[in-house]
């Protein structure tokens, strides 16, 4: 059985981080670990609250799994603070993992911060170059390349220079952009287009965590970076599609549809 590592933060109402990470992990079929990195307090309306694991013991909880469970691949999320970086980024290291898909997860839908101001030179500077494939939304997109994006050529611009961190691939969703929902992929010096109608509806929570560990699990049964984004799209689409209405705010997507 193939195994994916999640590396996020974890969300109480069962929508994003950890828990849509492992609820898609296990629809994809494949065998679900977890290290924690930040509880919130969060549900589909709001997030009143963050407290970060101390950096000791995110370590401690990576230890346990690397030494013991090499992962196929890994999905990494919230990562709150530079302290918290800087032992993730030490332990890929020191287990030489593979397979990395970074999910610069910045601001939560509500608004709310999910990763400080300062230590974002030192995303750029231990964790992107990691990576297999960095996906940022168009907010964070802007956020990592210094390019406000208003068209599909700023998005071109902005997947350049966040590729010129050092990662092999860039996936900027856009999802947040008027019209359909295309997405683009800047790889091996080549542009990709990936297509979907949007989905009327307002249960979007966790759709960004969702797509990252969507497309782990595609790379961690050994395709392609175009075939694992096409795939990961199609399994978020239909779970956009089931349009489940759990919550008060914007609900979950159904992460498990296909069972």
């Known amino acids: 059985m193939k195994k994916v590592l999640s590396i996020a933060g974890s969300d109480p109402s069962g929508g994003a981080g950890i828990q849509a990470d492992i609820k898609t992990i296990t629809a994809h079929k494949l065998y679900a670990m977890a290290v924690i990195v930040s509880l919130t307090a969060q549900n589909t309306r709001e997030v009143s609250g963050i407290l970060g694991c101390s950096s000791e013991f995110v370590k ?5 799994v690397l030494s013991d469970i090499t992962p196929d691949s890994i999905k990494l999320g919230m990562l709150l603070n530079a302290d918290i970086m800087r032992s993730v980024a030490k332990s890929l290291k020191e287990y030489d993992c593979k397979n990395i898909v970074l999910d610069p997860v910045m601001v939560a839908t509500s608004g709310a911060r999910l990763m400080d101001e300062s230590a974002l030179n030192l995303y750029i500077e231990k964790l992107i170059g ?5 996906t940022p939304n168009l907010p964070e ?8 994006i208003k068209n599909m050529d700023d998005m071109r611009l902005a997947a350049m220079k966040i590729k010129g961190y050092g990662c092999d691939s860039v996936l900027i969703k856009g999802g947040h952009a008027i019209g359909d929902a295309t997405d683009l992929l800047y790889k091996d010096g080549k542009f990709s287009e990936f297509k979907a109608d949007r989905i009327d509806t307002k249960n979007t929570h966790g759709t960004g965590c969702t797509l990252s560990s969507a497309i782990a699990c595609n790379i961690a049964n050994g395709l392609s970076i175009e075939e694992s984004v096409k795939n990961a799209k199609d399994y978020v689409t239909n779970a956009l599609k089931s349009n489940l209405s759990i919550g008060h705010g914007n609900g ?3 992460h498990c549809w296909n069972l």
């Open 252 to 254: 979950p997507i159904n």
């Open 60 to 64: 401690a909880q990576l230890d346990a």
């Open 141 to 148: 997109a802007s956020i990592l390349s210094g390019i406000e």
């Open 130 to 134: 990691m990576a297999r494939i960095v």
